[in-house]
């Protein structure tokens, strides 16, 4: 669930440009923390429908997608948001930018799906008598009606990461950002979120370890010790890290058809 910051900006002060392209724009970004480098010399630019980011655990991904949205700062370089520059768009991101986590019981805020759901309405200037009905109406229009005035601690793990898919959604927002959502859920429900997710008209960046959910993506980046190490096409990207596990390890990774 997206929070709007507590001081926004006026509508007429607004410095981001929701059709910007490209989104994001990363020029030698870095960040420490401590002592450590979490992220260095980041620089690329991110336009593409469907872009999945990989890499070891450390590697730095969470962290390079947070930054997205204003979750993470960086401390180096340049970082331009839908056409602004950080500091100034870091404000605005709830308009343009939904997060999703690997956790849903980390996301979820209310008792009931409907509440979820009006929430984000709430948030986007609609009265509660307005966010119930149109909350209603748009999980009717997902499928989900039947769940509206469910418990969403007695949803199964795949009903309750699409819930907190849907309550990002209900804000409209320009691009989608998930960091590894679908961990915690077995193999149908994977599948009937992935495919929910191919089928949206927004932006994703997506982390994810399985591999075989970026079936269908534009897009691969592969961090590694907090660099980009390589950039470009699923089908070489994807082969890549899979020969680069095969090496570390001495167990020969299957990578399904993308």
Excluded at 126 to 145: P, T, Y
Aim: charge should be negative; glycine fraction near 8%; include cysteine.
């Amino acid at each position: 669930m997206a929070l709007w910051p507590n001081k926004r900006r006026k509508e007429t002060a607004r410095v981001c440009d929701a059709n910007a392209s490209p989104f994001a724009v990363f020029e030698n970004v870095g960040l420490t923390i401590g002592q450590r480098k979490i992220l260095e010399g980041l620089t690329l630019s991110l336009d593409e429908r469907r872009i999945g980011v990989i890499g070891l655990n450390g590697s730095g991904k969470s962290t390079f997608i947070r930054m997205l949205n204003g979750l993470r700062t960086p401390d180096t370089g340049d970082l331009k948001l839908f056409g602004a520059g950080f500091a100034e768009a870091e404000q605005e991101l709830p308009h343009h930018v939904g997060f999703v986590f690997q956790n849903p019981d980390h996301q979820a805020i209310f008792p009931t799906v409907e509440e979820e759901i009006a929430f984000g309405l709430t948030q986007l200037g609609a009265d509660k008598a307005e966010s119930r009905i149109r909350a209603l109406e748009f999980l009717e229009r997902h499928g989900c009606a039947e769940l509206a005035t469910s418990p969403i601690a007695e949803l199964s793990e795949g009903q309750k990461q699409l819930i907190c898919i849907l309550a990002v959604l209900v804000m409209e927002p320009r691009l989608l950002v998930l960091d590894e959502p679908m961990t915690s859920l077995d193999a149908l429900a994977s599948r009937r979120i992935r495919d929910k997710l191919l089928s949206l008209p927004q932006k994703i960046v997506m982390v994810s370890h399985d591999l075989s959910h970026f079936e269908g993506f534009d897009r691969i980046l592969w961090l590694e010790d907090g660099r980009l190490r390589m950039d470009g096409n699923p089908h070489e990207v994807l082969a890549a890290y899979c020969r680069d596990i095969d090496g570390r390890s001495g167990i020969k990774m299957e990578l399904a058809a993308l």
